[in-house]
């Protein structure tokens, strides 16, 4: 083995015996090799030997041109590696070298030398050989990333051979090639988008002149005081970087303050793109040195403006002053520059916005000290310029971001993992908010961060209906207006109780307000509790003298002495707050002045007004959209309390005064305030239903009133008006119109003439034909066309050759054969009668005339003899002549034109033929060209002989007679560009009228109509690239797939069914198209021409799996369609007038083409944040490393691809193991990753808040550009899509508010995973009504869209200082995209939303799946609600605006809850009357028994509850896009498909999370998978998911509607009643079964067994420690309560609260049984509990005898339950002989003790702690394994009788399936597992 020392060989030490984890480690780098052996050394290196890594790398990069060599650098790096740790205690270590030892003894025997015979002379003469090859010839035309990899190579090679080679054997020329390359690599380093330190090519990038002047701009040091360079005490000091000189403004402040090279080198790129990009708009190409004054004070203004804001707020002085005199543009951008570093480098401060204003204060306080030699405020030192040292590299980070982020770290720990209470520790915001005060001014900086900083109309409606008339005419009258006054004082009592309630809630945060704040909250409890005191003593007062209505208001100017005004004198004043709150409602411009302001007088109102905040202020619409919401809601309102008084109130009013006067003395249990006047629980038990409906019905309202402005917004922006190919057809005309005007950037002088210049017009047409051709191209690349609708769709680049427009053949198809059929069978003698009808259809003129001029110039091109040419001029000479003096029809016979169009259809079929014998080919073009010729001059020309005749002469004139036509030039048939013609010319005489269906493909169709009809929309017009908007697209990944293997597509799951199969079927092979995807992807792979190899197949095939998944493969294909789009464009903007005579693909120049590269990264960037892509590498799963390895091809594949990652780095300080975390950037190189920046972070990221926000943190400080969308891992884009960026982006140059700016735009999506089953069918289009309809109308007019995690593009430089694009706190920011829109609106922010651009977004597509997301979606909505900004910006936004807000948000999932609460309310309230005997004593009455009122109130319930709001915008956007048959025809189906009970279910998932979030907290992130296979749950699995949240429930509802219909005596013949009582029937049908109904085979025989089988294991395995709820009940039930453990006693005594419901069946159902004998006495009562307890304590005797005594004493413990059932049945025998116990009563009984049961069951479960201390647990989980029990059997029970009948499960599988049955899937075999 190679020496160090080169003089002999040594072998290296022997490995001592390998350990078990050696020998796991060794066979983990086995199987990693198996995948890639090139990569394997350097990928898999331990993280503490991170510095060996571009050893091996280099090594494998040689090993192909130098095996020797190779071992040489593998040798060395292990000799490194074995100095950096000696004793292989780093992770990894020791197996790594092990690992390497065994290869190395391996490669050693291998490995031959090459070039010498010794190792020493071998890597001599390899390096002498590398540096002339490589660095001396290529240092001038290599690219700039080439050289850098080139001289890394080099440098490492000469680190080997110094090693290998004695010193004094090293000669001088290699001593110069080491220095030659050690200088060029100080000048030269890997680089993201500019090579701004390069050896090498030019890049074309750099020659662009804004990057010039940026650059220089940055470069200006002069006048900047240089720091000196000493040592200091840093662990990782590079003194001898320091002496280097500044390189710009960057490297000066790194110099001073201490940052990280690499977050120096990332905002220097950062910063440069910014003013290049903002700099070039609208600026003159020609004369461009230097960056305007405007660009940067643009810039400062854009990232300063946060905090300027932040300096007013604490009436501090800013410190980004320009002192006169001074450079402005330097030291702004020393400003601009500090912070972009200090951003850079914040890790997770970066949530704290506010913070980093004050990092920011503190350090430009320096600045200016440095610059101007100031006074320093603190500490009253000067600043010496010649004083200042270079601190290391990691000062910054050390000094200011580590404390702060240490302070984080701990208060993360105190939050149990997001399970505790809020109140007791702090996140993100509070720690934040700290820094709104004045009091972080005052800490030492920097010292000081290493401590710890820490409604009422319902009332009067009541008051009206209860008159004797009801009408509201009665409101004029005087004593029912004194009565509607009271409302005052119940506003007065809900003051009071608000105030209450704020210091109840606020009480825990009490030692973290202010002393302000307290005792704000503290006077208005005093203010409102004097109020609601008063206003009740004068109302008294006043009621005593009742005088006339005039009088009434006269009272109000009379004097004070008068007692009966007083308390209209009190309300006046009480009112005068309302009254003034009203007139700013009307001044929002005044408002927002007052809200900003800082007069005293003014905060003063304010405080008391509402709580001064740093955010919240100036949230006030213009008055235009002011009065747009307004009005929507007061015509809501109008609508709703008219409803709500005439159906809902006034009906009830009469029956309820009938009630309070009824005398009730014939209770039916025992009444224990039988003295109760009026009846009040009677009253209360009506009533309470209607109050629930009428506090929720607002929502329906809401649904209808949202439903109805978006479908007239969605019409009035024109979506829908090309909704079919039909209608593309007839407008297509238009469409390239449209396109230039919309997509492509004008001139003034294009403008004007652009609809009277012909040539304009082609020069359109051409821009249009290439957008339209790669669209085209695009969808034949992703197999959603075959080729022949390509050919169909295409447009020809140019049309310069035909006098008319040359329409895509789709358009023309048949044309041809009707014109030759018209012409043939035309009788008229007059030519103009033909041409008339010919030219009526455009179309048709234009295919006639196309082919009419192609034929000619094909045959013309043909023909090689001069004499046969001038026949065919003759000939057309002819035709055209004709024409023109209307002879055509006298001169030729058109009855022979269909002979003439068979031989035409036989030519073109020849050209376009192979052949293999040209001459063969050559007389059989001859042959049917003169067959054509003669059918022309002898059969159709009446006088084609002259023609012959005349040219006859010519013939017989030659020396050598041949025949005419047979000198052909058949070469020109490959001609590429003649052969288009060709393909074009015989399409339009051979498609027919079938042609009008192209696309079949159903998605291919939708695209195409979309994007046509988009061009007709209100959309921006285009700049050009350069003037666009830069912006970079951002997509956080954790581990899903990337790309499907091979295994995973032909592995079966239990039914015997591969992904592969699924998807061959479910894109059916025979719907209305000839070819589906699948055959499209076949034929395109075994295209002769392509030449796809067996493996390039099988890749392929991973492909087109991959991307109709939810793959990151696809996600990253959809966006890099961003960057087609943008270098086509640029194409289409530099070529000018050559764009009409080539296609973009067919760009040959590499300048120009380097050019649009250039310009298409500076515009764009795509980063994928990976933040576990270093465990990924490393995993030892195959898997992980599979998706490392894919995600590695994704980067080579697409260049322009950025990928960021968290990186894990063991490194050894004084000896001591340490992890230190990195955020690093890579990009794809020659199969390996280049590493771009590398920037230190504090500590671990991702250990503070939610994942993905923090994923998206890490990565966001390597975006570029001025926007930023937010793409999930679940979405695609489309090219057509892409091409119309540039126009949204120009939205944030608009201020459609007339106040601001968008800060962020919103844009629509495609729901691409509709077509996989009925369930997904529903959620696809749940969701595109929410992403359509819903935002458009939040958008406009009620201006409360916010961010939903969807595609929306921020405004990037405002997010990024203002908190980013996320909020990350754990668990209260658990929904982190709604977040960041709540807080944009907060902090003066507006979103828009617009729908001419989508893209698409997969859906979850099972049962479970979705039920997971509404779970999670319900958890998080729970969290908004107790959530900081949700409270803000109810306080902030004006009332109709607030409700806007409250009804979109938390205000639908409280509806939701009501919903179900109303039908609790109802049932337990008509459960009351029926027990206590009061409904009988009621309904005896007339009038109450004729009225039907409560049952009508609550049909607005039964609307809700049945899901019919979610399907109303869902038809109205059906309407708009499809049109309104088809939206009805969907809302039939989607109702045979039982809609209604999808809804249903869903509505109690919602409930279930949302309540038990509110309740008790717990909330978490779920994961749904996004899985292919529509796959059979098991019932275990089902059960597990719902058994809480519906299954429960649902049997609740089933004993109440039992009981109600067994003991009730209402009026059952009503209609209404019937309508209301199926409706909870169907709830509760829908609860008990909803998942074995959507559950694929759920009621197939075999299954039903296997799932009882695994049901019956489930629940009798016992649980344990590490034992997964999936294999065990009792590991699943401690899960499942989890959320009690961490729940408060707030939230324990609430749901002991909740649980005492279930005592009220056994109260009221004794009494009722015979053997009570209508008893009422309480002892009754208690005799049932007696008889519980019994029964309780002797099934606790029989389960502890069966464990003690069953072994060892089996036959006592048999005689024991033999006299246990003798005394059973004796018991039982007296009861029924002696006391009259029934059979009916043993079922009552049982209904009764049940929800006992279950009662106590709970209150167990919530005082968990008390009964395991007492030792009282193990008796409540066994009852509760007892109910399980019984709840699984009632559901098998009914499953199981289903799947008795076959039929039922043939139902269900179409019933899940039908849309994928119309399309020809065979789901059944899919089911079944049958494949053929």
């Known amino acids: 083995m190679a020496s160090s020392s080169g003089t002999k060989k040594t072998r290296a030490p022997t490995p001592r015996r390998q350990s078990k984890a050696m020998s796991q480690a060794q066979k983990m780098f086995v199987d990693v090799q198996d995948e890639d052996s090139s990569a394997i050394d350097s990928e898999l290196v331990p993280s503490s030997l991170a510095a060996i890594a571009p050893v091996l790398r280099v090594a494998n990069q040689i090993e192909k041109d130098n095996p020797r060599v190779a071992y ?311 600043y010496h310029r010649s004083q200042t040292a270079a601190p290391d590299e990691e000062k910054f980070l050390r000094t200011v971001i580590t404390p702060i982020y240490q302070v984080l770290h701990k208060e993360a720990k105190r939050n149990n993992g997001g399970k505790a209470s809020h109140s007791r520790w702090r996140n993100y915001d509070d720690l934040n908010e700290y820094f709104w005060s004045s009091k972080c001014l005052s800490l030492k900086w920097p010292t000081g961060l290493k401590e710890e900083f820490s409604v009422h109309s319902d009332v009067a409606m009541v008051i009206v209906a209860w008159t004797p008339d009801g009408s509201p ?172 008084y005439y159906v809902e109130i006034l009906p009830l009013i009469g029956p309820s005064k009938s009630i309070m006067k009824l005398h009730v003395d014939n209770y039916e249990w025992h009444e224990f305030f039988p003295n109760v006047t009026h009846n009040i629980g009677v009253v209360i038990a009506i009533w309470a239903p209607i109050v629930l409906v009428y506090i929720m019905d607002t929502q329906i309202w809401y649904s209808i009133f949202s439903t109805l402005f978006g479908g007239i917004h969605g019409a009035l922006s024109h979506l829908g008006e090309i909704r079919i190919i039909g209608m593309l057809r007839s407008r297509f005309q238009s469409v390239p119109t449209a396109f230039c005007r919309r997509l492509v950037p004008s001139s003034d002088a294009d403008t004007k003439g652009r609809y009277m210049d012909k040539a304009m017009e082609r020069r359109n047409f051409a821009s249009f034909a290439h957008v339209w051709n790669e669209f085209i191209e695009s969808m034949r690349a992703e197999d959603l066309i075959s080729n022949e609708d390509r050919d169909l769709l295409l447009v020809p680049y140019s049309s310069n050759d035909v006098s008319v427009i040359q329409w895509p053949p789709f358009l023309l198809a048949g044309k041809i054969p009707i014109a030759l059929d018209m012409a043939k069978d035309f009788k008229e003698k007059e030519d103009t009668d033909l041409f008339k009808k010919i030219k009526k259809d455009d179309y048709m003129r234009s295919a006639v005339v196309e082919c009419y001029e192609t034929l000619r110039e094909i045959i013309y091109g043909l023909l090689e003899d001069e004499t046969d040419r001038n026949i ?143 061009l007709f929309m209100n959309i921006p017009s285009a700049p050009k690239v350069r003037d666009m908007i830069s912006f970079s697209v951002l997509t956080p990944y954790y581990r899903e797939d990337v790309l499907y293997s091979v295994d995973e597509l032909y592995k079966e799951n239990e039914d015997g069914i591969s992904t592969l199969f699924y998807l061959q079927k479910i894109y059916p092979a025979r719907f209305v198209c000839k070819l589906d995807e699948w055959m499209n992807f076949q034929k395109r792979i075994n295209d002769p021409k392509l030449n796809y190899s067996d493996d ?47 296609g973009y693909q067919t760009m040959e120049s590499s300048q120009g083409n380097e050019r649009v590269q250039a310009l298409g990264d500076m515009k764009f960037t795509y980063v994928v944040s990976c933040q576990l892509l270093g465990a990924l590498k490393t995993s030892k799963d195959p898997r992980d490393r599979r998706r490392y390895n894919d995600i590695l091809n994704l980067m080579i594949m697409y260049p322009s691809l950025r990928v960021a990652y968290i990186d894990e780095r063991e490194e050894f300080v004084n000896g001591r193991s340490h992890i230190f975390y990195y955020s690093v950037l890579l990009k794809g190189g020659n199969s390996y990753n280049t590493e771009i920046y590398r920037i230190k972070l504090p500590g671990p990221p991702t250990d503070i808040g939610e994942g993905k926000p923090e994923n998206q943190n890490h990565a966001i400080i390597f975006t570029r550009g001025e926007a930023l969308q937010t793409i999930d891992m679940n979405q695609d884009n489309y090219f057509e899509e892409a091409f119309k960026m540039r126009n949204v982006l120009e939205e944030f140059l608009k201020s459609p508010s007339g106040q601001r700016e968008p800060t962020i735009l919103g844009l629509r999506e495609h729901i691409f995973t509709g077509s996989v089953s009925s369930l997904a069918s529903f959620m696809s289009n749940q969701e595109t009504s929410f992403v359509t309809i819903s935002q458009r109308i939040l958008a406009n007019p009620l201006r409360v869209r916010f961010h939903y995690g969807h595609s929306d593009i921020f405004d990037r430089i405002f997010h990024i200082t203002r908190g980013g694009i996320s909020k990350a706190s754990k668990t209260i920011n658990l929904s982190e995209d709604v977040f960041a829109g709540m807080n944009s609106t907060l902090r003066g922010g507006y979103i828009t939303h617009h729908e001419y651009i989508q893209v698409g977004k997969g859906r979850d597509v099972g049962m479970n799946q979705i039920s997971l997301f509404e779970a999670k979606v319900a958890n998080g909505n729970g969290e908004q609600t107790l959530s900081r900004d949700v409270y803000r910006l109810g306080h902030r936004l004006d009332f109709f605006r607030m409700l806007s807000f409250y009804f979109t948000t938390v205000g639908f999932y409280l509806s939701s809850m009501v919903t179900v609460l109303t039908v609790y309310m109802f049932l337990y309230g008509r459960f009351y009357l029926v027990m206590s005997g009061l409904e009988r004593e009621t309904l005896e009455n007339l009038s109450i028994h004729q009225s039907k009122a409560l049952e009508q109130a609550l049909v607005t319930q039964s609307v809700f509850q049945l899901g019919l709001l979610m399907v109303l915008p869902m038809v109205m956007e059906i309407g708009l896009e499809k049109g309104f048959r088809s939206a009805l025809g969907d809302f039939i189906i989607m109702q045979l498909q039982l809609a209604s009970v999808f809804f249903t279910f869903q509505l109690g998932t919602k409930v279930h999370y949302f309540g038990r979030t509110i309740l008790h907290g717990g909330s978490k992130y779920r994961a749904t998978g996004r899985g292919f296979v529509v796959f059979h749950a098991k019932f275990s699995e089902n059960y597990r998911l719902y058994s809480r949240s519906h299954f429960v429930k649902g049997l609740e509802l089933v004993i109440l509607l039992v009981l109600y219909q067994i003991y009730g005596h209402s009026y059952r013949s009503s209609n209404i009643y019937l309508f209301i009582t199926s409706s909870l029937w169907f709830l509760v049908g829908s609860w008990l079964f909803g998942p074995f109904v959507f559950n694929p085979s759920g009621f197939d025989w075999q ?119 003798l005394g059973f049945m004796s018991v039982m025998t007296d009861l029924f002989v002696i006391c009259g116990l029934t059979i009916s009563d043993l079922f009552a009984t049982v209904l009764a003790f049940l929800p006992t049961g279950w009662a106590l069951l709970l209150i167990g479960q919530v005082c968990r702690p008390l009964f395991e201390a007492i030792g009282f647990w193990d008796p409540i989980k066994e009852l509760a394994k007892a109910y399980e029990y019984i709840i699984g059997f009632l559901l098998f029970a009914a499953i199981a009788i289903l799947s008795w009948f076959p039929f039922v499960s043939e139902f269900q599988t179409r019933l899940l399936f039908n849309q994928a049955f119309s399309r020809g899937l065979q789901i059944s075999m899919i089911l079944s597992g049958r494949k053929d």
């Open 1096 to 1142: 390039d197949k099988k890749e392929a095939t991973r492909h087109w799996v991959s991307y109709r998944g939810q793959t990151l493969s696809r996600t990253v294909r959809g966006m890099m369609y961003y960057k087609h789009a943008l270098e086509l464009q640029c194409f289409l903007e530099s070529a000018g007038d050559y764009a009409s005579f080539g």
């Open 473 to 644: 005419a009665a409101l004029f009258d005087e004593d029912v207006f004194r009565s509607v006054l009271t409302i005052f004082i119940t506003q007065a009592f809900l003051n009071l109780l608000q105030a209450a309630l704020d210091i109840a809630l606020s009480f825990n945060a009490w030692r973290s307000l202010k002393f302000t704040q307290i005792l704000r909250y503290l006077l208005k409890f005093a203010v409102a509790a004097v109020w609601a005191a008063i206003l009740p003593i004068c109302y008294a007062s006043s009621v005593q003298n009742s005088t006339r209505l005039v009088k009434f208001f006269s009272n109000l100017t009379e004097s004070w002495q008068s007692q009966g005004s007083l308390y209209n004198y009190a309300v006046a004043i009480y009112l005068m707050p309302n009254i003034l709150a009203a007139l700013l409602f009307f001044l929002p411009q005044f408002e927002r002045i007052m809200e900003r302001s800082s007069s005293h007088i003014v905060t003063l109102f304010m405080w008391w007004a509402q709580p001064k905040l740093y955010v919240g202020r100036g949230l006030h619409e213009g008055m235009s959209q002011l009065l747009k919401y307004t009005l929507f809601w007061i015509l809501l309102l109008i609508c709703k309390l008219a409803f709500s």
């Open 72 to 382: 040489l650098c593998r040798f060395h790096a292990f000799e490194k590696a074995h100095r950096m740790d000696p004793p292989s205690s780093g992770r990894g270590v020791r197996q790594f070298k092990t690992y390497l030892v065994h290869k190395l003894e391996k490669e050693e025997e291998e490995a031959q030398h090459q070039l010498a015979r010794t190792d020493p002379k071998e890597i001599i003469l390899y390096y002498w050989n590398f540096y002339n090859k490589n660095i001396k010839e290529g240092q001038y035309t290599k690219e700039p990333e080439e050289m850098a990899n080139i001289l890394q190579i080099a440098s490492v090679l000469y680190d080997v051979l110094k090693t290998v080679v004695p010193p004094q054997r090293i000669d001088d020329q290699t001593h110069s090639y080491a220095q030659d390359v050690q200088s060029k690599r100080e000048q030269c380093e890997n680089y993201n988008i500019l090579p701004l330190k390069a050896i090498g090519a030019k890049a074309a990038i750099m020659e662009l002149p804004e990057i010039k002047a940026a650059l220089h701009a940055l470069q200006n040091v002069q006048n900047l005081p240089k720091p000196s360079v000493h040592s200091t005490n840093a662990p990782h000091d590079f003194p001898e970087e320091r002496s280097k000189s500044i390189f710009d403004i960057l490297d000066w402040l790194s110099s001073v303050f201490g940052f990280q090279k690499g977050n120096v080198a990332n905002q220097r790129e950062h910063l440069i793109l910014l003013l290049a990009n903002m700099d070039v708009r609208k600026r003159d190409l020609v004369v461009y040195t230097q960056l305007r004054s405007s660009t940067v004070q643009k810039l400062m203004d854009k990232i300063f403006k946060n905090y300027w804001s932040w300096c007013k707020y604490l009436c501090c002085e800013q410190n980004t002053r320009i002192p006169q005199g001074s450079h402005k543009q330097q030291l702004q951008l020393i400003y601009i520059g500090l912070f972009l570093l200090i951003w850079g480098e914040a890790s997770n401060i970066r949530f704290m916005p506010e913070c980093i204003c004050y990092i920011f204060h503190k350090m430009a306080e320096d600045v200016n000290g440095l610059l101007f030699g100031n006074v320093h405020p603190v500490t009253g030192d000067t």
């Open 872 to 1014: 065919v001029r003759k000939i057309c000479y002819d035709v055209d002549i004709f024409i023109q003096q209307h002879k055509f029809l006298n001169e030729f016979r058109m009855n022979r034109i269909p002979s003439l169009g068979e031989k035409l259809e036989k030519f073109l079929k020849l050209l376009l033929s192979e052949y293999d014998a040209v001459d063969v080919y050559k007389s059989q073009i001859i042959n049917v060209l003169q067959d054509i010729m003669e059918i022309i001059l002898q059969d159709i020309m009446v006088n084609g002989f002259k023609i012959l005749e005349r040219y006859r002469v010519q013939i017989q004139s030659n020396y050598k007679k041949e025949q005419r036509f047979e000198r052909l030039n058949i070469a020109l048939t490959q001609n590429k560009s003649w052969r288009e013609k060709v393909v074009r010319l015989h399409l339009l005489f051979t498609v027919k009228e079938s042609a009008i269906n192209v696309p079949t493909n159903l998605d291919a169709r939708r695209r195409i109509t979309f994007f046509t009809n988009s």
């Open 1647 to 1765: 299954k039903t067994v296997d799932d009882w089988t695994d049901w019956k294991r489930w629940m009798g395995d016992r649980g344990g420690i590490g034992m997964h709820p999936d294999r065990s009940w009792e590991s699943w039930v401690d899960g499942e309560q989890e959320h009690l453990k961490f729940s408060n006693i707030r939230g324990r005594i609430l749901e002991i609260i909740l649980v005492l419901r279930f005592f009220i069946y056994q109260y009221g159902i004794v009494y009722h049984l015979d053997i009570a004998h209508r008893s009422k006495n309480i002892l009754v009562y208690g005799l049932s509990w007696l008889v519980l307890v019994t029964t309780l304590l002797v099934l606790k005797m029989v389960s502890m005898g069966r464990r003690r005594f069953g072994t060892d004493f089996e036959l006592m413990f048999r005689i024991l339950k033999a006299l246990l059932f």
